[in-house]
Structures are given as C-alpha cells and as structure tokens.
C-alpha cells in the first residue's frame, strides 16, 4: 500500500488527468483515450480515495454519484435576473429586431446609396432543456440554481455536481475570482432514449420528451437519481462576474470554454441579418442530424459594450432573440378512431384530428400504435390531445388535457369485423415457451383473419412483394397494385407473373410503352437472390437482416421451408419466437401453394448452394439438451448427460439407475428428465430435431467445414451521414460482401462507424464509446484495401 504522501501524489495525477480528459471530450470533442482506458484511470482513483478518505475532496471527479437526499429546494436569489428572450416566428420578426437594434445604437440605415451598417451577432442554437446558473469562486463550483421566476430559483447544488461536464473546479487561469456561469442543461437524444427504455423495463412510465426528462432529473430531492441520468450542460453566457471578461459574447464564451465549461459546437458570428437568416436555415436542415433537441436559434449583439447600451425592456434584453422553430407540438382535437389493415392483418387504430399546423405541416391524422397504446393514453374520442411531429416521423399523440373532455366522449372500441373484408377480428395471443411449459397471454395486436382474400392485406402483400429491397419490380407504384387487385388481376404475387399485355394497357395511366416497361421489369424480377425472395415472401417478424442470415446459412428455399423451429434457433439472432413464425409461414398451405406457383412461373432463385461451412456441426448433444428445455435441466446438467450418455437415444432410455449414475446430478433433475421422456411426444421431437441437424450437417458428428474467411467476417460497421461517392445503400451492400453486419445503431460492438456530413446522434455514440471514426475519403480507401480479399 503506498504511503499517504505518495497516494497523495497519485491521485492528484489521477485527478489532473482525468479532468483533462473529460475536458477534451465535453468541451473540445476530441476524445483522447478509449473508455476502458478512461473507466480504468477512474476506478484506479477511486479505490486510492476509498483507501484514504482523508484526501477525498468536494472537486474529485469521484464525487459525482449524488449524496443524502434533500427535504426539499432552498431558495436562490439571483443578484442579475435570469431574463428571459424575445422571440421571432417569422422573418420579419428578425428584421424587425435587427432594425430596433440598429436604431438603438443609432447606426446609419441603409438607402439608395448603400445598404447602411451591420450588426455583428452571435448565433446558436436555442438547447430544450432547462436553464441553470452555475457559481464559481476562486475557480471552486460552490452552487447551482435553477432560472425559476427569473429573480429567484431554486438551490440544486448537489444535483448540477453530478452532471459529468461540468467542471467542480475551473480549468487553467486567468478566471474571474467570483463568475457566474449560465447555461441549459439537457439530455441528449440517445440518453433520453436509453432512459425511457430502462423505464419501461422497470415497470415506469417514460418521459413525454427530454426537455422534461432532464427538467425532472435536476429536480430530484435524491441527487443520486439525478446522477444516474445522463445530463449534459451548455453553457451560453455568465451573470455576476467579479473580474474582466473579453468585449465580445463570443470572446466570454471561448474564454468559458478554455476554463473547461462546454458551449456550442455550433457557435458562429454573424455579420448583418442575412447571415443570421442563413444560419438559421442551415441549422434547420441539420437540426434532426444533432444529438440534442433544439426548437430554435439564439440571435445576440456580440459587442458586450454594445449590450450596454441597448439595455433592456421589462423582462428582456433588447440586444437578444429567440428565433423559434415552427412548434413540434400542439393541442387538436380528437375526432374519430379508425382502424387500417396491414400486410399482416393488423388493425392498427389511427386518429383523425382537427387539422392543425405542427411544425409546418398541417397534421390531419396521427398514429395511436394499438390498443395498448390507446389503453395507456385514455384518449376518448371527442377528447383535446397533444400531437407530436418530428422529422419525417408520423405525427402521434403524446397525451391529452383531462380537464377539456366533453360530456360525450366516446370510449374508442376495435371493430369486432374487418373494416376491409368483413372477416372476424381477433386478438393475438403471446405463447412464452420455456422449460417445458408454454404461457398464453393477450398480445396488443388485433388481426384479420381473411390474410388474402382481404383486400387491404393482399394489397398490403403485394406492395410489399414488388418493393426495392425486395423484388425490386421498377414501375409497380402504390396506385397500380391497388388497380390490379381491384380488378381482380392479381390475386397473389404469383399472379403477377401471369399478366399479360392486354391487361396492362388497360390500366389506367399506361399506354404502349409504359406497359412494355412494366412488363420487361416483371421479367426481368425473375431472378432474385434467395435472400431477397425470403424477405419479398412477407413472413412476419423476418426483416432484411434475417432473411439474409437464413439465406447464408441455410442456403436453399428447401432447407429453410422444412427448418424446425428448434433448428432455426442455433442461428445467431433467431430467438424461439420469430422461429416459430418462420416454420409456421412454410407449413402454411396456401403459402406453400404461391412458393410452387411462383417457381412454376418462372421465379429462379439465386446464389442457393449448401449449409454455411459456419454452421456445420455446429450442434452439441448438451447444446440440443438445453435447447429442449426439459424443467430442472440447466447447460451444466445437460454437459453432464451428454458427457455420461454419448447419444440422444441413450438418454432417451436411459434408466432411474443409469441417470443415478450422472455426476452432481440431483434427484429432482433426474425424475424430471425421466418424465419427459416417458411422453412419447416428447421423445418423438427430440429425434425429429436430431434426425434434421444430421441431415442439414450441424450434427455434431457431422463433417466440420473450413470456412474460406471474409475479411470482415464478425465484424459489425455502422453507416451514418450522407455518402457523396456512393448510396449508403452501396456502403452497405460492398460491407456485406466482404463479411461485415452492417447494423442501424451504435453499440459496444461495433468494430467501426463511417460518418459522412450530417452524421448525428450515432456519431456522438460512436465518440462516446471509443469507436472508431472513419470518414468517407479514408472508408473507400479502406475498401480499396480489401479488393480482391475474400473467398478463394
């Protein structure tokens, strides 16, 4: 154990560089150790100050888990009012500002003869989360507050000591002996996402939005709830400051910035309102792409002497602005529920709303999910609810005001027929299998049970069959599979092999050569790869990913129609469920009877061959064990069996007296095993799965295979941003083609992140984890590397 002098020393090292660390990660964004290099320095601290508490102080970065819980918030007053901003929702709002700005300072205006002089401005984007105060003396974080009413806020000390960058202690010198720091503190997207995700683990109802998730998490009288969430600060200004500061706003924020507080990586000057404008715009288009939620831009006078001067109004400065975004969210009102039919069959309820303009776009319908969703909102129809619009996301709604239903409300009920096709409607069921036992429970879902003689799900189908990942059929819009079904052309996607000229013409919208484009790209579609033809089939819960996987390993049609649910499951990502739904798709009659058809019709399938060299003989006899589930039989327990026994059959037949003979074997596990076998059902599937491992070659005594290696074979990469050479598309198919999966979020996993511009929230993932970053000059260079490298 080293001396108290030199852990004294060692962790006032630790300490200085883990500071200069999450300085150049929060404020700089140039991280300079990976996290477990990061994690390693911490938990090296810790454990010295666990050893020596005396050494412990206020400013440690250790010092951030929270401490006793509070009885309540004491009072702040606030010696220079946090004010709030004016705000602009047009731009001629902002140029009336500009022009009060310029009059204020009495500049000389623009005329005939010149454009007349410009104002410098700051700009940044306006943060949605919740404004703070931070004070500093002698460089030490001595308190925090809230904004409050503006002139007092609430005391929450030990809840800002918590968010991970903010400084307890300043960095370098030159700071003033007392300084108020003002900022927003906000979670970011992806935290705000990881939180609600733990929520709803839990059992706890998730947060609306981050602005509340972060207002909520500094509001805790336990800090130590605070400290588990992940906060970040921004800072935008400073208040009481006992000491010089730069002339400029934009100077006080990088002098903020070298003390080692965060500002805005987007923080630009401005020179007159048409660059103010320009910015705006540009941040507009971006403000998707950002890892935290904005819902405007922040406009100010960068002359501080200039701030002076234009002074303030009653509760604003006159030198700022608040530019907003058109609002995400608005009050409507909820007219009627009604029910669409999906590819599946699901009812899928669907709100129709008083038309409103939210983020604008006049939103007319929003989605409600299920009726579980509906069930968790409380929404009547006739109710004012909140709707939400983001992005290109579909508008949804949030919540609803209590206080404004009507006295006849109506409750929202599931048509007991199919609004499409008149057949019965019914509820899903969730089947839990494990340990022999299966549990049904009620599923959110509500289904057609016509499947294609509905016509909403046979367009559905169809729509599907044709589309660009699947089928790839060019020129079969939305519109003409809806003219084809009604006409009773097509009945199936077989049936689309089947048409002829005279038929196409007739549609509407085509002529001669329309028709003849349609027709060559409906032949030219009769060569898919198998893991498109899987994907194009439609079977619920298989995405693109998974056809893929089946189509590699597996490698035929053949294989994958006969594959037991208890087989697909020794493939990586195929759980019991989606097994389940893939080996009842093929058992399906009238599926199997499209497969003939379209097969019969010219569909030749390509790149079939054998089982993946990856999974052959990739079963084990304790591995099949396990996988029954037999009660009382854990992996050891079967490890143990298939050790003592060698085969299947003989633990099959194995008797009380042999299995007594199982090492560590208990009593319970044996009579447990020996009733399961005793159901000749039981026994029956057992040999039925071993039979079909041996004859696809995973048996375990099955021929090993060498596996020619890709590459990028385990790899997992993530595209993010716009690619200027190439499609992400492209990226991704060159990726998989060297043995990468290529997945749509970050992770511990992923081995490596392409960021192209516009590059967000994953990016921001990827930093924080230690990934590596490749730009698109340096990925195509890596491909170039990798030509030619591959299977022999």
Known sequence: ??????????????????????????????????????DRLFKELKA?????????????????????????????????????????????????????????????????????????????????????????????LVRGATRGDGSTGEDISANVRTVRNIPLK???????????????????????????????????????????????????????????????????????????????????LNALKSWGLPISRELKLAKGIADCWAYYDAIGEKRDAL?????????????????????????????????????????????????????????TPVARLKPVQVAGVTVSNATLHNMDEVARLGVMIGDTVIVRRAGDVIPQILGLIPERRPADARAVQVPEQCPVCGSAVERTQLIKRSKGRESVSEGSIYRCVGRLACQAQLKQAIIHFVSRRAMDIDGLGDKIVEQLVDRGLVNSPADLYCLTREQVI?????????????????????????????????????GEETAKLLARALGSLERIGRALPDVLVYLPEIGLEVAHEIHSFFEDEHNRTVITQLRARGVELQEEGELHPEFAACATL??????????????????????????????????????????????KAARSLRDYFDHPENARRARQIEAQLREFGMHWQSERKQAAGLPLAGQTWVLTGTLETMSRDEGKARLEALGAKVAGSVSAKT????????????????????????????????LAGLKGIGRD
């Open 751 to 782: 081995t490596c992140v392409v960021a192209g511009p516009g590059a967000g929230s994953k990016l921001a993932k990827a930093n924080e984890l230690g990934l590596e970053v490749l730009d698109e000059e340096v990925f195509l260079e890596r």
């Open 48 to 140: 010295l100050e666990a050893e020596h508490p005396e050494l412990v102080t206020p400013e440690s970065p250790t010092q951030r888990v929270g401490g006793e819980a509070l009885a309540t918030f004491g009072q702040v007053r606030h010696e220079v009012p946090m004010l709030s901003l004016g705000n602009a929702f047009e731009e001629k709002h902002l140029v009336d500002f500009d022009r009060r700005v310029r009059e204020g300072l009495d500049l000389p205006a623009g005329d005939l003869f010149g454009a007349g002089a410009e104002v410098e401005y700051s700009c940044e984007p306006k943060l949605d989360g919740l404004a703070v105060s931070l004070l500093y003396e002698n460089g030490h």
């Open 170 to 252: 300043l960095h370098g010198t030159g700071w003033p002996a007392v300084l108020e720091v003002r900022g927003e503190i906000y979670m970011p997207k992806a935290g705000f996402e990881a939180l609600n995700a733990r929520q709803l683990e839990s059992g706890a109802k998730p947060f609306a939005n981050p602005r509340n998730a972060a207002a909520g998490s500094l509001r805790q009288l336990d800090s130590k709830i605070t400290a588990s969430r992940p906060l970040e600060l921004c800072a935008y200004g400073v208040g009481r400051s006992d000491g010089e500061l730069p002339d400029t706003h934009i100077g006080i």
């Open 506 to 542: 007739e549609l509407e919208g085509f002529a001669e050569i329309s028709t003849r484009n349609l027709l060559n790209a409906i032949d030219a579609s009769r060569k898919p790869t198998l893991a498109r033809f899987i994907y194009a089939l439609g079977i619920p819960d298989v």
């Open 291 to 347: 890892p935290y939620e904005i819902d405007g831009v922040v406009f100010k006078v960068n002359s501080v002497a200039q701030q002076r001067e234009l002074g303030f109004r009653a509760r604003e400065p006159r030198w700022a602005i608040a530019h907003k975004f058109p609002a995400r969210e608005e009050v409507t009102e909820l007219l009627d529920v009604e029910f669409q039919v999906g590819r599946t069959g699901a009812i």
């Open 1 to 38: 154990m080293p001396s108290a002098q030199t852990a004294a020393e060692r962790i006032a090292e630790l300490r200085s560089e883990i500071d200069a660390h999450n300085y150049r990660y929060y404020v700089l964004d140039e991280p300079s150790v990976p996290d477990a290099e990061y």
């Open 622 to 667: 304790a591995g099949l064990i396990d996988k029954l589930n037999i009660p009382f039989i854990a992996s050891t327990g079967a490890q143990r069996l298939a050790d003592r026994f060698g085969s299947l059959d003989a633990i099959i037949s194995a008797d009380w007296l042999d299995l007594r003979q199982v090492e560590r074997l208990t009593e």
